[in-house]
């Protein structure tokens, strides 16, 4: 059993869903030469899901990020990692007047279906050097047994 991308609408994604909304999007939000589109707080990050014989990992590429910028949500089964975040710059001349004032917002979410023999109740996270780790441990009848040699009677 592996994880299951969630594309956040509350239906897990159907193959054609997959193929045609992503190479749609793409087409369509390609930053063609000479057109200045912005995709402003469409960036999610990147993520890698590995299995091994004891648990699933999630890793998340998030630099200049504090872990206190994640929040992880499990509800039913699946797996939340969102943040929010708010910046505003600003600069004033002697008169108190704006000379200049930037402010920028960034967001994102990430759901994943956990699989039935993840442990739900002993899941850990820990963020460094930029990178959200995430460890699934697996429940014990999940895991892989060592070989057992049979007796013959």
Request: glycine fraction near 6%.
């Amino acid at each position: 059993m592996s994880l299951v991308k969630f594309n956040g609408n509350g239906n897990r994604p159907s193959l054609l869903d997959e193929f045609m909304g992503r190479d749609m999007d793409e087409l369509f939000n390609f930053n063609w030469p000479g057109v200045t589109r912005s995709r402003v707080g469409a960036t999610v990050p990147a993520v890698n899901i590995k299995e091994d014989a004891d648990r699933y990992s999630i890793e998340l590429a998030a630099p200049g990020m504090r872990k206190e910028d994640f929040n992880l949500t499990l509800d039913n089964g699946k797996l939340t990692v969102s943040s929010q975040q708010h910046y505003q710059n600003e600069e004033k001349d002697q008169n108190g007047q704006y000379t200049k004032r930037e402010f920028s917002y960034h967001a994102f979410s990430r759901s994943f279906w956990l699989p039935e023999t993840c442990d739900q109740q002993q899941i850990e996270a820990r963020y460094t050097d930029g990178i959200l780790h995430i460890v699934l441990p697996k429940k014990e009848e999940a895991k892989q047994k060592a070989p057992t040699q049979i007796q013959i009677s």
